[in-house]
């Protein structure tokens, strides 16, 4: 990606007659869009914009060399829907496309999403902060080559923080913070019935700090007919469904063959299962994770039978609480009895683990039993914070590599 070719601007005290230049800005977002060329910088200056739309009227593209880049400089915010969707930004017939460093607050007017994306490929959503949207804070639909980095969603009033939704390959969701969604705080869903083949695949979720998610019902991570995806290095605590949930409702099959390693996740007292695979979600890998709860009776790992096939559990710090069935609890030996993994995971409480679970640091002490106690990956090579692993003989098992 070069310098822009073009740099455009847009300030409160502009003028949608003018010529977009620095001395003479336009007013509104959606004047900006109008024209856009690849390679176009769109500067927006601080100050409270309605949205805009994207793509609505016919195709709007920049180029993999070129995208078409929106650009919000501190202070700029949108807090009033577009004029044609009930969203904050809505991308729609538009790739190549970058949506950097807004401020998406909701007036009561944004009640679909605080941006989003459908049809598009190759589209960037970053450093962007969303709070409070009627229904997502992100959404995409029938998009490939994603990458969701760097926002905060926050109290999303009806359903999800980020939503990847219908059809979807090479998604990459990293380093966001992802809280208080009344719904999960990650939903990946392939959902069949809006066609397309009922499938998110290849996704990347990395490096996410994700709480306080689901209190309307929901997990911290939710994969529905998500398959040879990635879930790496994130932080999940206090989500009021499961941690992560890898199964088949509206997807065209189960969640298959995914990795899941090097997460934390410390459930919530009235949470479910930290890790919840069910409905034919056969083929996951599941090492180097931390699987605590703080529920009476609910823990680590809930597994369908339907699912064990070519499944695969080792090197976690877990609880004594693991089922087959959804119903009986078996403790850590007879879990290894019945399925014959995590035969070298490991029990411990968080006050063991972490520098402090109360106030949610969840870096590991220089005695936690989670250090050097789990097992290289070549494909994860870096901790949450970008720490290259290991740094002792071996990775330690959770999100943070011990220094």
């Known amino acids: 990606m070069g310098a822009p070719l073009r740099t455009f601007y847009v300030a409160t005290t502009g003028d949608d007659t003018a010529n977009g230049s620095s001395a003479t800005p336009w007013k509104t977002l959606q004047r900006a869009s109008r024209d856009v060329l690849p390679g176009d910088l769109i500067l927006v200056r601080p100050g409270r914009y309605v949205g805009f739309v ?10 993999a060399a070129n995208p078409i880049t929106f650009q919000g400089e501190p202070g700029a915010i949108i807090d009033t829907r577009n004029l044609r ?18 401020t998406i607050s909701n007036n009561g007017t944004i009640t679909r999403a605080g941006v989003r994306s459908v049809t598009n490929q190759h589209v960037v959503i970053r450093n962007n902060q969303i709070d409070q949207a009627g229904r997502w804070g992100i959404l995409t639909g029938f998009s490939d080559d994603v990458t969701i980095e760097n926002n905060v969603t926050s109290r999303s009033q009806i359903e999800h923080g980020i939503y ?38 290849n996704a990347l979720v990395e490096k996410n700090v994700i709480y306080d998610n689901g209190r309307q019902g929901g997990s911290g991570i939710n994969g529905d007919g998500v398959q040879n995806s990635k879930i790496l290095n994130n932080v999940l605590y206090n989500n009021h469904a ?23 996740i410390i459930m919530a007292a009235d949470g479910r299962w930290a890790l919840n695979i069910q409905n034919g979600s056969t083929g996951n890998t599941v090492v ?41 609890v078996l403790n850590l030996a007879q879990w290894k009895q019945s399925t014959g993994q995590d035969l070298n995971s490991v029990v411990a409480l968080p006050a063991a683990l972490f520098v402090s679970a109360t106030s949610t640091d969840y870096h590991l002490t220089a005695t936690s039993p989670a ?33």
């Open 164 to 201: 990847l939704s219908n059809s979807c390959v090479n998604a990459i969701v990293r380093n966001n913070q992802v809280w208080g969604n009344a719904g999960n705080g990650i939903h990946m869903n392939g959902d069949l019935s809006q066609g397309g083949n009922g499938l998110i695949l």
């Open 288 to 328: 180097d994770n931390i699987l605590y709860n703080n529920h009476t009776f609910r823990g680590s790992i809930d597994i369908s039978t339907d699912s064990l096939a070519n499944f695969t559990s080792n090197f976690n710090v877990v609880m004594e609480r693991f089922t087959t069935d959804g119903g009986t």
């Open 54 to 63: 994207l793509g609505w009227d016919g195709p709007q593209n920049g180029t």
């Open 371 to 403: 250090r050097d106690a789990g097992i290289v990956l070549a494909n994860v090579p870096t901790d949450r914070e970008g720490i290259v692993r290991p740094v002792g003989p071996t990775s330690d098992i959770g999100a943070y590599e011990f220094r």
């Open 85 to 102: 969707t009930a969203d904050g930004i809505n991308l729609e017939g538009a790739s190549y496309i970058v949506i950097d460093g807004f």
């Open 242 to 264: 499961s941690g992560i949930s890898l199964y088949r409702i509206d997807g065209a099959d189960g969640a298959k063959n995914n990795l899941v390693a090097h997460n934390t």
